[in-house]
């Protein structure tokens, strides 16, 4: 496989912002928000400039945020049997 061949394999496969916006189900201001915090980051750019994801960074954020809302019903299962 050549380079240039697997450069265009992997832009192939690589996700827009708008299909990685959409298979997280958040809106562009969100994605501005993630990015100027350090939440995510484009996998690359193209030649052109632009942005471009991964199905792994989209499955990376799900379980993320899937850890993160588990916690926090723990966190609430926990204060209500205290009280």
Same mark, same amino acid.
């Given at each position: 496989?050549?380079? @240039?061949?697997?450069?265009?394999?992997?832009?192939?496969? !690589?996700?827009?912002? %708008? +299909?990685?916006?959409?298979?997280?189900?958040?809106?562009?201001?969100?994605? +501005?928000?993630? %990015? +100027? @915090?350090?939440?995510?980051?484009?996998?690359?750019?193209?030649? @052109?400039?632009?942005?471009?994801?991964?199905?792994? +960074?989209?499955?990376?954020?799900?379980? @993320?945020?899937?850890?993160? !809302?588990? !916690? !926090?019903?723990?966190?609430?299962?926990?204060?209500?049997?205290?009280?």
């Amino acid at each position: 496989m050549t380079s @240039r061949h697997a450069v265009e394999l992997i832009e192939a496969e !690589a996700l827009t912002p %708008k +299909q990685f916006r959409d298979a997280l189900g958040i809106s562009s201001r969100t994605l +501005q928000r993630w %990015k +100027q @915090r350090g939440v995510v980051a484009p996998a690359f750019h193209t030649a @052109r400039g632009h942005s471009r994801y991964t199905n792994r +960074q989209v499955e990376d954020l799900r379980s @993320r945020s899937e850890h993160t !809302a588990c !916690a !926090a019903q723990r966190a609430v299962s926990t204060e209500a049997v205290a009280s």
